[in-house]
């Protein structure tokens, strides 16, 4: 099966690190690829107009983003970036390119998170 997923939260769609299925909106569930590539470029021009900043992997992993869009975290004592993810994976892993399965956490040396995850209540721009 192939899910296409919006997330929104402090982390890039291709970061996959621990709970990161906490930040999922909105999924879509197709039987083909064909279909759910159609799904996610739908999202993907929805989301390019809404977002003035973009980053884009090739394989399917996209992050969007407004400069302005933060959560303070107190035990970091800073302001946390917000991020709308798009993504397109198969059996809730992101897709093989050449072969290269690996996620970006793999070589990831340091603790991946510090800082207690907000309640939903207290997340910004809950809605978008």
Known sequence: M?????????NEPWWFFEDWE?????????DNLIEAKACYRE???????????IKEKSDYLTAFWEADD??????????LQLYKGLMLLKDCKKLSEA?????ETINYRRKAKCCQRPSAGTRS???N
Do not use: T
């Open 2 to 10: 192939y899910q296409v997923i919006v997330m929104y939260g402090e």
């Open 70 to 79: 933060l959560r303070y975290c107190e035990e970091c004592d800073e302001d």
């Open 43 to 53: 999202k993907f021009a929805k989301l390019h107009k809404e977002y003035s900043m």
């Open 22 to 30: 906490l930040d999922i909106v909105e999924e879509d569930i197709f």
């Open 99 to 103: 072969g290269k399965e690996l996620d």
């Open 125 to 127: 721009n809950e809605e």
